[in-house]
């Protein structure tokens, strides 16, 4: 080779090197939190539906989503790696205490977390309350195991990727990306036990949409969230017990004494239609809040709002409405607000405002 040809060519190289880094220096940086779920699920068995959430890296996940690189310089991390059905405290202060250690540093754009989908609505309503930043925040889950035949988590990865790299998306609150719908974390809801399309919002629909790395944003919620919220973790290790309890035709109060005696300092009612229940079940709540539980009237409708005093008198029994807040939602929000104050009428006022 001659050497002006040399010089020539080293030239272009040194342009092309440069012009590759100014590039990637440009790029936002996205962390991905992994926790596991059906995202990063394997079959043990090709073509067979069963399969063991949690069994693939975040490393894995991420080399499944070509493409990434060129929208956000990405760096994965696993907090854990479990189905969601075993969503627990510990993993939940782990994830939310790294989100927003990594969200106060100033080089972090915004974080994607993966998460298994039978829960994901409790951990991003619960992140939205507990978050004190407003850079984009996004769980991204799946209906598909990482190996089956045509996997929907590559592509839900991907846009959740842009959607955290997107500063529109900030102070929108915690999102969570899925079948190219985006949603507010306080809004969702999973209503199909295995269809790919399962996400929706009863009450407020959907925030937006994120389609092959494109998000279009429709609303901004109006209910308090991350860096507004009154709500943090700091100095606490666990959260005030809080159960469910079901509504169904002839039920006594069994379930609501067995919560009473297992500690429960807060109860949510799934009620029968607008949070409603048998005399029985209501003599039992009545009682519970009596001793200074505090009673929170949800519904097992699927949307809807329960608002005070319509069939059963909250006033006088001493009840929370828990308005739009299905039960799983419900009861993140009291564990919170316990942690402030077992007054039933500033528990109501937290309903009222988040
Ligand atoms: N059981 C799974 C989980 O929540 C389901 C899913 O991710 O879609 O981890």
Redesign the pocket.
């Known amino acids: 080779m001659n050497a002006s040809r040399f010089v020539r060519i080293s030239a272009c190289v040194l342009v092309a090197l440069c012009a590759g880094a100014a590039a990637a220096q440009d790029l936002p940086d996205v962390i991905i939190l992994a926790t596991?779920?059906?995202?990063a699920?394997a079959q043990p068995k090709e073509g067979d539906p069963g399969y063991k959430?949690?069994s693939l890296s975040v490393d894995s996940l991420i080399a499944a989503a070509p493409g990434m690189d060129k929208i956000a310089r990405i760096t994965g991390e696993q907090i854990a790696s479990i189905?969601?059905?075993d969503m627990n405290d510990a993993v939940w202060f782990k994830l939310a205490r790294r989100a927003n250690e990594l969200l106060a540093a100033p080089w972090v754009d915004g974080i994607v977390i993966t998460h298994?989908?039978?829960?994901l609505e409790e951990t991003a309503y619960f992140l939205d309350l507990v978050i004190k930043s407003d850079k984009p925040v996004v769980l991204v889950?799946?209906?598909r195991p990482a190996t089956s035949t045509s996997p929907d988590g590559p592509l839900n990865l991907y846009n959740g990727v842009a959607v955290a790299a997107d500063p529109m998306a900030k102070g929108l609150g915690v999102l969570v990306v899925s079948n190219d719908d985006l949603f507010a974390a306080r809004e969702i809801q999973k209503t199909n036990t295995t269809d790919v399309q399962t996400f929706v919002s009863p009450n407020r629909g959907q925030l937006g949409e994120a389609y092959y790395g494109k998000a279009w944003y429709f609303w901004k919620p109006t209910t308090v969230h991350t860096t507004a919220s009154e709500f943090s973790l700091d100095g606490l290790e666990t959260l005030p017990r809080v159960d469910i309890v079901y509504a169904h035709e002839n039920a006594d109060g069994m379930m609501v004494e067995a919560a009473v005696a297992a500690g429960a300092k807060g109860i949510v009612l799934a009620g029968v239609g607008d949070g409603n229940a048998t005399a029985a079940m209501v003599d039992a709540l009545a009682a519970a809040a009596a001793k200074g539980i505090v009673v929170v009237r949800s519904t097992r409708v699927g949307s809807g709002i329960v608002r005070r005093n319509i069939e059963l008198n909250d006033d006088k029994l001493g009840f929370v409405a828990a308005l739009e807040l299905n039960p799983q939602k419900a009861r993140v929000l009291l564990r919170l607000a316990l942690t402030k104050t077992s007054d039933a009428k500033k528990i109501q006022g937290y309903f009222d405002r988040y």
Not at 116 to 119: A, K, V
Request: proline content about 0%; overall charge negative.
């Open positions: 596991g779920g059906t995202i699920g959430s949690g189905g969601s059905q298994g989908t039978d829960t889950g799946s209906m």
